[in-house]
Structure formats: structure tokens, C-alpha cells
């Protein structure tokens, strides 16, 4: 029988699900009651995560050049 490659317990308890259902249900009722908020922050995460992604290359690319 192949080993468990993962020797930690992989499953979630009531808990963790439970606050996944909470933290889901929030977003759902933050795009249902302020749209144009929530289209906003993704529009401000899109361009922080595009602005941290160019870092990473430039700074890959220096390491190229250097």
C-alpha cells in the first residue's frame, strides 16, 4: 500500500467550514448590497496584484542581467 504523502490530516472540521460558509455568505452580501464597491476593490486588487506581479519580473530580469 503506497504511503500517505501528506502525513497531516488534510480533511477540514466543523469549524474551519463553518467560517469558509461565513466569509462566503459576506461577499455575497457585500456584491449584493454595494456593487459598485465591490467591483471597485476588484478593480484595486487586479491592479495591486499586476503591480506586484511587474516587481517580480523586473526584479527576475535583474538578476539575469546582473
Partial sequence: MAKAQFPFKTGGGVLKKLIVVLVVLGLL???V???TDAAGAV???T???TSVLDSIV???R???NG
Fill in 29 to 31: 452580501a457585500f456584491v
Fill in 33 to 35: 448590497k454595494f456593487p
Fill in 43 to 45: 478593480d484595486s486588487a
Fill in 47 to 49: 491592479e495591486s496584484g
Fill in 58 to 60: 523586473q526584479f527576475v
Fill in 62 to 64: 535583474s538578476l539575469g
